[in-house]
């Protein structure tokens, strides 16, 4: 998962899997990580917008608007933040494709990323 690499000022640099989640040992890292991707780009959807204006754009309270920029997302699963993004006139497609290779990860199993079109 990491690979260890001679750092010449403080010893060792490990490199990352690309989900910090995983790399701190948390349970449920790849649904942390899709939440938090998810969360970002409903939070560009919302810039410029007062949390009161947001929350009733998306129809939640406004301390839920605050925990959401605040990255505290105990209270929003995947699902809730795909539905959150289409009250931002945004369509969410899904695609599945077969497995991209990459040297960072040993594992055989897919990840999910999220992108967001202009």
């Known amino acids: 998962m990491k690979a260890k690499s001679k750092h010449p000022a403080s010893g060792y640099v490990e490199t990352g899997s690309g989900n910090v989640f995983a790399d701190?040992?948390?349970p449920d890292?790849?649904?942390?990580?899709?939440?938090?991707q998810l969360?970002?780009?409903?939070?560009?959807?919302?810039e410029g917008m007062t949390q009161t204006v947001a929350a009733k754009?998306?129809?939640i309270s406004q301390p839920h608007v605050s925990e959401l920029k605040r990255f505290k997302?105990?209270?929003f699963s995947?699902?809730?933040l795909l539905h959150l993004i289409t009250l931002m006139d945004r369509d969410v497609e899904?695609?599945?494709r077969p497995r991209?290779?990459?040297?960072?990860?040993g594992s055989m199993a897919g990840e999910v990323t999220v992108w967001a079109a202009a």
Do not use: N, Q, T, W
């Open 57 to 59: 754009r998306l129809g």
């Open 73 to 75: 997302l105990a209270r």
């Open 29 to 36: 890292s790849d649904d942390r990580r899709l939440r938090v």
């Open 94 to 96: 899904i695609f599945i």
């Open 39 to 46: 969360a970002m780009r409903l939070i560009d959807l919302l």
């Open 24 to 26: 701190l040992g948390l």
């Open 100 to 105: 991209m290779p990459s040297p960072r990860r």
């Open 78 to 80: 995947s699902e809730r």
